[in-house]
């Protein structure tokens, strides 16, 4: 698959990932978005198109996909040099394998919302995305921005604390899956 065929805007990843969730390619998969980050909002990717000389990315989220389909999961990142999709094992071992330097506080941890769940929920006003004057830091999407009456905000998933109301995983659990 090339990233060509779908909507794409870099740096959006969760817009990037709420539009991939309605792909007709992807209808008889079963989907979790999932977010991903720790409680220092500072955890390390490997494998980054943004990567300077191949070193971890270091992002305060991202967001992939996860579809399975007949006892195959495949995850979907769209900022990643990975072949897309990725199986789950490849994408957990290659982005997150050289976990040996890393603190503890730099693991990755891991939240899942099914897609359904995340494509009438969701909702962006990009203002993650402005300095403190309303300027953009990154440009943004060509398409409107992503509106919901249930307004699940990027905020609330974002939360890597005991206070998160979704469950946390841990890479451990996300290996093992």
């Given at each position: 698959?090339?990233?060509?065929?779908?909507?794409?805007?870099?740096?959006?990843?969760?817009?990037?990932?709420?539009?991939?969730?309605?792909?007709?390619?992807?209808?008889?998969?079963?989907?979790?978005?999932?977010?991903?980050?720790?409680?220092?909002?500072?955890?390390?990717?490997?494998?980054?198109?943004?990567?300077?000389?191949?070193?971890?990315?270091?992002?305060?989220?991202?967001?992939?996909?996860?579809?399975?389909?007949?006892g195959v999961n495949l995850v979907y990142d769209f900022d990643s040099t990975l072949s897309l999709p990725s199986t789950l094992d490849d994408?957990?071992?290659?982005?997150?394998?050289?976990?040996?330097?890393?603190?503890?506080?730099?693991?990755?941890?891991?939240?899942?919302?099914?897609?359904?769940?995340?494509?009438?929920?969701?909702?962006?006003?990009?203002?993650?995305?402005?300095?403190?004057?309303?300027?953009?830091?990154?440009?943004?999407?060509?398409?409107?921005?992503?509106?919901?009456?249930?307004?699940?905000?990027?905020?609330?998933?974002?939360?890597?604390?005991?206070?998160?109301?979704?469950?946390?995983?841990?890479?451990?659990?996300?290996?093992?899956?």
């Amino acid at each position: 698959m090339k990233i060509e065929t779908f909507e794409y805007t870099e740096n959006y990843c969760e817009e990037n990932i709420w539009h991939l969730c309605q792909h007709p390619d992807l209808t008889d998969f079963s989907k979790k978005v999932l977010i991903v980050s720790n409680k220092s909002k500072n955890c390390p990717f490997l494998h980054q198109k943004s990567s300077i000389d191949q070193q971890a990315v270091w992002w305060d989220y991202h967001v992939i996909l996860l579809a399975s389909k007949g006892g195959v999961n495949l995850v979907y990142d769209f900022d990643s040099t990975l072949s897309l999709p990725s199986t789950l094992d490849d994408y957990l071992r290659l982005t997150f394998g050289e976990k040996s330097n890393w603190r503890a506080s730099d693991f990755p941890a891991f939240k899942w919302i099914d897609a359904l769940v995340y494509t009438q929920t969701f909702f962006s006003d990009r203002s993650h995305m402005k300095d403190l004057e309303g300027n953009w830091i990154f440009s943004p999407p060509h398409w409107p921005h992503i509106e919901s009456a249930e307004k699940l905000p990027l905020s609330a998933l974002m939360d890597f604390t005991e206070t998160s109301q979704q469950r946390i995983y841990s890479l451990e659990e996300m290996e093992n899956y």
